[in-house]
């Protein structure tokens, strides 16, 4: 699973965004106009152009009718359909503002709704462009509306100064809550795909350990059928030397025995580790995380010790698809970026587990150290990047999903750097490079004394 796989290739923003949510928020400004419209008129008397103001109101009440009536409820807006909304609303209410004294209105604040929800559900063009838009009404109707006027005939007005600083207000106001809403919405895009992410690499690991059990099952069960088919027709053989066309017959049965218990073998493989071996000696878990990555060209240097105020024998941890997934990224990462060599090191108390994966490459970049494990760190990588590792994508996906998972697992992790970056070569360390640490409690990660085994089970 990379960035760049098709899961990646996110829908536009506006997908998320459907036609019954902008009615229904729609209705809910309609109703507030018609509520404060009548309140002007009725119980200060304000000197209104109530035909205009009706229009204005009326011209919302028939967009959404117009929508009820053509789109289906469910409909979901494609970017271009829900920019245009937006900019209906926008415009309708510095319309209706424009009537009703410009921004001596104190309703004049909500035009900065229809650019929140753009920030929120739209791409950058569109937000950009209604909130240009939006800074372009509130400067017009700042300059030109029609006054509002009481009953006496009175026109109100408010101070010069506070008029503009209600006018810088809204500027500021669009731009704050645009570029706010908007870095709150990609997050939580990003951390939406990134979890996603995070699941589909389980379950594909969960399903991977299904499948060795059954094969391993399968093996065991057929084990004994197969020796009994081996040894019968061993005997066979010894009884029809003086048959030729049976005694060919009854080596082909052996000889097809064999062939079966080397198939179920080499597949039963997994399945022996995955499934039936709940739990294994701390060594041969990471060992087996590891694997994948043990013959890309760099020295993988394994270290298992207790930690030196005792003298433990080596756990027995719990063998957990989480566990297997999240190390084995942690290693990848690792030989990634190592000149020659990664070392393994997992040393453990009574208490806790402590395992730290280092590297004698140029450690994390400084920039994202304090980022190290979110998702999407970085949006592109460079041509030196591409030249230097063409395989790596570069996202911090897979940071992100070995940090999860192990997580899951009860781990701690934190990731910094060993090396000082501004010592020559001949002057670094061997171990110079990035050092991820993962620390679990002994309650979470070893395995309670005798559970080694799990039982087989029938397959049904």
Not at 223 to 237: H, N, Q, R, W
């Amino acid at each position: 699973m990379t960035a760049a796989s098709p899961l990646y290739e996110r829908p536009e923003r506006a997908d998320w965004l459907r036609m019954r949510t902008l009615i229904l928020l729609r209705w809910m400004a309609i109703v507030g106009q018609m509520a404060a419209l009548l309140v002007a008129d009725r119980h200060y008397g304000l000197q209104l152009p109530l035909g205009l103001c009706l229009l204005a109101v009326g011209s919302a009440v028939i967009a959404n009718l117009v929508s009820i009536y053509i789109f289906p409820q469910n409909k979901r807006l494609t970017e271009t359909e829900a920019m245009l909304t937006l900019l209906f609303d926008l415009s309708q209410l510095s319309f209706l503002l424009y009537l009703t004294g410009g921004l001596t209105n104190p309703f004049a604040l909500l035009i900065l709704a229809p650019v929140t929800v753009s920030a929120s559900a739209l791409e950058l063009r569109s937000t950009i462009l209604l909130g240009a838009m939006a800074v372009f009404f509130v400067t017009l109707i700042a300059f030109f509306n029609v006054p509002l006027r009481a009953a006496s005939g009175e026109v109100l007005q408010v101070p010069g100064i506070f008029g503009f600083g209600f006018w810088l207000s809204l500027i500021i106001g669009i731009l704050f809550l645009g570029l706010y809403s908007r870095r709150v919405a990609t997050e939580m895009h990003s951390m939406s795909d990134a979890l996603l992410a995070t699941q589909m690499a389980l379950a594909r690991e969960q399903k991977l350990t299904d499948l060795g059990g059954v094969i391993a099952a399968a093996a065991h069960e057929l084990g004994t059928p197969l020796a009994t088919i081996k040894l019968v027709s061993s005997e066979m053989i010894d009884e029809l030397q003086d048959n030729p066309d049976l005694l060919d017959d009854a080596r082909l049965i052996r000889e097809q025995a064999d062939r079966c218990r080397d198939i179920l073998r080499s597949m039963g493989k997994a399945g022996k580790e995955d499934l039936h071996l709940r739990a294994a000696p701390l060594g041969t878990v990471l060992r087996e995380a590891a694997e994948p990555h043990l013959a890309r060209g760099k020295e993988v240097i394994f270290t298992f010790a207790p930690d030196s105020r005792g003298d433990l024998p080596e756990p027995i941890i719990l063998r957990r698809p989480e566990l297997i997934h999240g190390v084995r990224n942690l290693v990848q990462n690792a030989v990634d970026f190592a000149h020659s060599r990664v070392w393994v090191d997992a040393s453990w108390t009574l208490r806790n587990l402590t395992l730290r994966i280092i590297d004698d490459g140029e450690g994390f970049p400084p920039g994202v150290l304090g980022r190290i494990g979110d998702p999407f760190v970085r949006a592109r990588r460079s041509a030196q990047d591409v030249a230097a590792r063409p395989g790596y994508e570069g996202m911090g996906l897979g940071l992100f999903i070995a940090k999860t998972l192990l997580e899951r697992t009860g781990a701690d992790l934190s990731f910094a750097n060993a090396g000082d970056p501004f010592l020559t070569p001949e002057e670094r360390p061997d171990r110079s490079g990035a050092i991820v640490e993962v620390i679990w409690p002994a309650s979470a990660i070893f395995a309670p004394k005798g559970q080694a085994l799990g039982e087989n089970r029938l397959i049904t």
